[in-house]
C-alpha cells in the first residue's frame, strides 16, 4: 500500500487530454512539494515535473502540473502513443522523513 | 551533463548482502546543492524510495523505513561514488535498483542505467 494513492490506470484516444491524480497527506503533498516521472520499461524514469508545476528544459509543455492542498494532478494533452507509460508521483514525507513514490498510474493511448 | 554508472552483482543469496555502487560524473557526492539516492522498481511494489546521502558541511542519511535496519548508503570522495549495501536479503528484495542524483526541494534529474538483482539460491 503506497503512501500516495494514484489511479491504477487511466486511457484516452489519441490527441486527447488525460489526468492523473495522486492524492496524500498533510505530511507530505501538504507540506511539501511534488514531482513527477514517466517510466518506460527497461530505461530509467524521466522527470516530467518538479516543484508541483515547473517542467525540465526537454519536457514539452504538453505536460503540466497543479498541486491543491493535499492532492496533485498530472495533465498531459494532445496524447501521443509515446505517451504509453507508467506515471509516478513523489514527495517527501516529513513525518517518516523520506521519500514517497505514488504507486503508479499507467496509461493506455487507444 | 551529470552520468551516473552503476555496478554490482545481479545475484545474490538469500540472507547474504546486497551491495551496488554509483560512478557519479559530471557533479560531485561532496556536493553542496545535491543529494545522492537509491531506488528501487518491483512488479509487486511499483518505485520505492530507499535512502539517500547527502553532504552539507557534514554528512547526512536517511532511509526509508522498509529497509531502515538494514540499508546503508556510503559515499566515497576519493572516487566520487556512492554505494548502496543491503543486508539480510530475502526474494522480496528481488528488483531493479537505480541511483539518481536529487536536487531541493525533492526530486530526481539525473539516474542511473539500473541493475537487476535477483535474490535466489
Known amino acids: 500500500q503506497s503512501v500516495l494513492t494514484q489511479p491504477p490506470s487511466v486511457s484516452a484516444a489519441p490527441g486527447q487530454k488525460v489526468t492523473i491524480s495522486c492524492s496524500g497527506s498533510?505530511?507530505?503533498?501538504?507540506?511539501?512539494?511534488v514531482s513527477w516521472y514517466q517510466h518506460l520499461p527497461g530505461t530509467a524514469p524521466r522527470l516530467l515535473i518538479y516543484?508541483?508545476?515547473n517542467r525540465p528544459s526537454g519536457i514539452p509543455d504538453r505536460f503540466s502540473g497543479s498541486k491543491s492542498g493535499t492532492s496533485a494532478t498530472l495533465g498531459i494533452t494532445g496524447l501521443q502513443t509515446g505517451d504509453e507509460a507508467d506515471y509516478y508521483c513523489?514527495?517527501?514525507?516529513?513525518?517518516?522523513?523520506?521519500?514517497?513514490f505514488g504507486g503508479g498510474t499507467k496509461l493506455t493511448v487507444l | 551533463q551529470v552520468q551516473l554508472q552503476q555496478s554490482g552483482p545481479g545475484l545474490v543469496q538469500p540472507s547474504q548482502t546486497l551491495s551496488l555502487t554509483c560512478d557519479i560524473s559530471?557533479?560531485?557526492?561532496?556536493?553542496?546543492?545535491?543529494?545522492w539516492n537509491w531506488i528501487r522498481q518491483s512488479p509487486s511494489r511499483g518505485l520505492e524510495w530507499l535512502g539517500r546521502?547527502?553532504?552539507?558541511?557534514?554528512?547526512?542519511?536517511d532511509y526509508a523505513l522498509s529497509v531502515k535496519s538494514r540499508m546503508t548508503v556510503n559515499p566515497d570522495t576519493s572516487k566520487n561514488q556512492f554505494s548502496l549495501q543491503l543486508n539480510s536479503v530475502t526474494p522480496e528484495d528481488t528488483a531493479l535498483y537505480y541511483c539518481?542524483?536529487?536536487?531541493?526541494?525533492?526530486?530526481?534529474?539525473?539516474w542511473g542505467q539500473g541493475t537487476l538483482v535477483t535474490v535466489s539460491s
Open positions: 559530471g557533479d560531485s557526492v561532496s556536493s553542496n546543492s545535491a543529494t
Open positions: 546521502t547527502y553532504y552539507r558541511s557534514k554528512w547526512y542519511y
Open positions: 498533510s505530511s507530505n503533498i501538504g507540506g511539501n512539494s
Open positions: 539518481a542524483r536529487g536536487l531541493v526541494p525533492f526530486y530526481f534529474d539525473f
Open positions: 513523489v514527495a517527501w514525507d516529513s513525518s517518516l522523513s523520506a521519500g514517497v
Open positions: 516543484d508541483n508545476n
